[in-house]
T-cell receptor
Framework: GAGVSQSPSNKVTEKGKDVELRCDPI?????LYWYRQSLGQGLEFLIY????????KSGLPSDRFSAERTGGSVSTLTIQRTQQEDSAVYLC?????????????FGPGTRLTVL | KQEVTQIPAALSVPEGENLVLNCSFT??????LQWFRQDPGKGLTSLLL?????REQTSGRLNASLDKSSGRSTLYIAASQPGDSATYLC???????????FGKGTLLTVNP
């Protein structure tokens, strides 16, 4: 079956522009996560969705970052007024159906470059 | 705040060697621990998941152990192959929230 997909795979933008990153989780997975992987920082949690609600947004680095999920499926991460420090690979994951202790399945990521 | 440390940061070995990657974490209140593999420019592939009640998991040439009380895990790779070259990430799940906390990884190079 299909895994987690993300689009675009690469995004180059100018400083100050807004960007939207999309994640399609595995069908039926109710839990969805966004992580960011930047040089020197490793992989960092951004936000967690259970269904359409986000009980944990503690990893969002500033109010320029927001995310939503609709229909319990697709999620969009939006970064407003992008800065060079936002350059990173943004990874999405959805969690398996065995519950909170099941594995997370990761998408291939979106590489964001802010010039 | 949970912190995960991986040692070594990089490792280069000749083909055929057995090797051990180490992971330590500061908060033992975890649900599980996972080892992932990441190839350059790719996403993460889950290798092994150990629940908090388990001591080890095995898959093929890979064996992962978990000592929750001491906050340690090891990933043992037997008879390494050049195709094993990748970054290996350790992550713990749980505590006061439902997120994965990652170490910074071990970059493994297996030389033919």
């Amino acid at each position: 079956g299909a895994g987690v997909s993300q689009s675009p795979s690469n995004k180059v933008t100018e400083k100050g522009k807004d960007v939207e990153l999309r994640c399609d989780p595995i069908s039926g997975h109710t839990a969805l996560y966004w992580y960011r992987q930047s040089l020197g920082q490793g992989l960092e949690f951004l936000i967690y969705f259970q269904g359409n609600s986000a009980p944990d947004k503690s990893g969002l680095p500033s109010d320029r970052f927001s995310a939503e999920r609709t229909g319990g499926s697709v999620s969009t991460l939006t970064i407003q007024r992008t800065q060079q420090e936002d350059s990173a690979v943004y990874l999405c994951a959805s969690r398996g159906l065995a519950g909170v202790t099941d594995t997370q399945y990761f998408g291939p990521g979106t590489r964001l470059t802010v010039l | 705040k949970q912190e995960v440390t991986q040692i070594p940061a990089a490792l280069s070995v000749p083909e055929g060697e057995n090797l051990v990657l180490n992971c330590s974490f500061t908060d033992s209140a975890i649900y599980n621990l996972q080892w992932f593999r990441q190839d350059p420019g790719k996403g993460l592939t889950s290798l092994l998941l150990i629940q908090s009640s388990q001591r080890e998991q095995t898959s093929g040439r890979l064996n992962a152990s978990l000592d929750k009380s001491s906050g340690r895990s090891t990933l043992y790779i037997a008879a390494s192959q050049p195709g094993d070259s990748a970054t290996y990430l350790c992550a713990v799940f749980g505590g006061s929230n439902y997120k994965l906390t990652f170490g910074k990884g071990t970059l493994l190079t297996v030389n033919p």
